[in-house]
């Protein structure tokens, strides 16, 4: 099998790999050169995988690590338990900078995205590189940030559903997502751990600082978010049916463009079991509520 052709898309995160058939009879030499991809770009892409099904994407996706089930509360794929659908016909909208799962103790090493339905126009996804976005921090910030701890939770934002174009679906949404409520205290700069790297975790499941008053967590919040997403930082595609991108979860945040007014968007996504996050001081994240373990489920792992 050819090597696998790797182009860099934007200057600080992205890469678009070519010259691969993604499956789960991938070599091992390919499939560690993905990996090496996927730490180095920390998010790429792949065109015109249209004969993947998610029984594919599965498989594929085990060859990088133990796949979770598809969501600690959202049903999964039919009946298929590690895959998450995301139908966007529902009137679902994730449109806030967030890293997947972090409300629980180990968010996942990675997320696989198939795309099964996209818009003409619009729909596209961005992806933030949060090492870098530590990086260029002011030395003052970045030592500040690195000793801040921040509690992340699944409760939802019922500001939110005010807004909403439809607030009844919202709102049903709402309490299935928070149907169980996690909470986990995480170091706001964790130490990636396969390359050393200092990167940022918070995005929108991040709701305070610990110690800080409500007002000044939420202002902290904002300020590391913007330079989280600051456009240098970051990548944008734009899908076609049979695209995957996969990113490191440790390393990045994203969120989708909500610019398709409605028209059919559709993906499936399978995340691969993470381990607990450690702060730059070797501190490990600590679990405040809910009981995560099912969402790594044995008996659900034995099925594709």
């Known amino acids: 099998m050819p090597h696998p052709v790797i182009s860099q898309v934007a200057g600080h995160i992205g890469a678009e790999v070519s010259g691969i058939r993604l499956g789960g009879d991938l070599p091992a030499e390919i499939v560690e050169e993905i990996r090496a991809a996927l730490l180095r770009h920390k998010v790429i892409f792949f065109r015109g995988q249209e004969h993947l099904d998610e029984h594919g994407q599965v498989a594929f996706a085990r060859l990088l690590g133990a796949p979770t089930t598809a969501h600690p509360t959202v049903p999964a794929l039919n009946a ?113 751990p396969e390359t050393g790297e200092r990167s940022i975790l918070l995005g929108d499941f991040a709701k305070r600082i610990v110690g800080l008053s409500a007002d000044v967590s939420a202002t902290v919040i904002r300020l590391i978010q913007d330079q989280v997403t600051r456009v240098e930082n970051t990548v944008r595609w734009r899908w076609s049916p049979g695209d995957v991108a996969i990113w490191d979860n440790r390393a990045t945040q994203h969120r989708v463009v909500h610019d398709f007014d409605g028209r059919p968007r559709r993906l499936h996504r399978v995340t691969v079991a993470g381990d607990i996050p450690v702060g730059v001081d070797g501190r490990p994240s600590v679990v405040l509520s809910g009981d995560a373990s099912a969402y790594l489920s044995p008996s659900a792992l034995a099925t594709t």
């Open 80 to 192: 298929n338990p590690l895959v998450l659908d995301l139908d966007y016909r529902s009137g679902q909208k994730v449109d806030r900078w967030h890293t997947d799962v972090t409300f629980v103790d180990r968010p996942p090493l990675a997320s696989v995205l198939r795309a099964v339905t996209v818009p003409p126009a619009g729909g596209d996804t961005l992806w933030a590189n949060t090492v870098t976005a530590y990086e260029n921090l002011p030395e003052e910030l970045a030592d500040l940030v690195k000793s801040l701890r921040a509690v992340h939770t699944n409760q939802f934002d019922y500001a939110r559903i005010a807004t909403s174009a439809d607030p009844e679906w919202t709102r049903k949404y709402a309490e299935v997502f928070a149907s169980t409520v996690f909470e986990t205290e995480h170091p706001v700069v964790r130490v990636h």
